[in-house]
């Protein structure tokens, strides 16, 4: 019996590990506290005992690798550094050119920060479905500090939205195609998700609307065409499909997740919400009364929409420390550039530009399992607000 018992609990531990592989430390040190994830990889961690197991092998001070550290502020302390200014300095860490200087995605060729930023310049221009201020009115209300994102006080009396004009934005193909397909979802992780026939037509409309039936979704593939990254539109639309789409475990074994419901309808996962990082989603539940929004910890410089806010909410009972989502855009333009990102920086910090503002996009990949030839989901990426 003991030996059965040894061997349960060694089975419990290994499918703990197993379910958690994106809880480590790998690209995410120094980042603010994240609540989609069960320990953190920065300093606070060491203040509250809330680090990821490989923190001290990644991230501290002292570490002659780039596992980890691409993108890291510099520290005049380290031996070695892990941004783009350290080939400059003749300072890298032996492993930075493997490890970081990549962007190569598909077999194409390198996708540098500077293209990254000019062809986002070009999607934000071709955004022509997003809100305008006659069709779209928030009330951010309470700006708090970063520290005090886990405060769980409700802080904003009013409703973060005050005004959506859905007879002008939700007739329009995208946006239908979109609320089609946020109901499909059981946002409970650790239960099978049963996608039906219809499901899945909604997903190849949604995918058609978005990306084969507008400029913007267009001006993506001539960008990654050109890149060597797919040799036909049907190739980027099926990739597309499968990295977004396809279904793997966050918990338990079951296959109950997928990038797509993560960040465009949000999970629930340990207690909290995981994911959720799509407005229209956000506004839908609010409308309905399932949304309490509390405050907002970040609001991106941008004067007209699209915008980007860092947000506090209980989705029915359950708490968001920081929900950041790009507001007032498009669906194809939020499905567009956490693709471009994906694809061009996974698992790694993606630098745009809208409107002449730097937006950094963080998106991190499923590692658990695959599609095709060892391809890997998109496990999450939003919008990364920085710390304050």
Known sequence: MKLIA????????????????????????????????SCQC??????????????????KV????????????????NKC??????????????????VCNGGESGGGSVITD?????VSEALYALDSNRASASQLEIDPQVLISGSQTGSQED?????????????????RPTYEALLALLDNYNRMTGQTEDVSSQEKGEQDVFLREA????????????????KGVYTSEEEFIYDLKMMWFGLYSRNNGKLDSSGFEHIFAGEIKGGKVSGFHNWIQFYLLEKRGLLNYYSHSFDGPWTTFPDVLGMQFKWDGYFKQVGSAVIGCSPEFDFAIYSLCY??????????????????????TWNNSYYGDGKKYIGTAYPATPRT
């Not at 809208?354 to 991190?364: K, R």
Request: net charge negative.
């Open 6 to 37: 040894v061997f349960g609990l060694w089975v419990t531990l290994l499918c703990r590990a197993h379910s958690n592989s994106l809880d480590s430390c790998q690209s995410r040190c120094g980042f603010g506290t994240d609540s989609d994830f």
């Open 42 to 59: 920065n300093p606070s961690c060491e203040r509250f005992k809330d680090c990821c197991s490989d923190y001290e092998e990644l991230c």
């Open 62 to 77: 002292g570490s002659t690798s780039c596992k980890g550290r691409c993108n890291e502020k510099y520290n005049s302390q």
């Open 81 to 98: 550094h892990c941004n783009s200014k350290c080939t400059q300095y003749n300072n890298c860490c032996s492993d930075y050119a493997d």
């Open 114 to 118: 500077a293209e990254l930023k000019s």
């Open 155 to 171: 802080l904003s009396s009013r409703r973060f939205f005050r005004f959506v004009d859905e007879g002008a934005l939700f007739s």
């Open 211 to 226: 990306m084969s039936n507008t400029e913007l979704g267009r001006e993506l593939f001539a960008f990654l065409y050109t």
């Open 343 to 364: 694809i061009a920086r996974p698992g790694k910090q993606c630098r745009l530009s809208l409107g002449g503002e730097e937006l950094i996009i963080q998106t991190y």
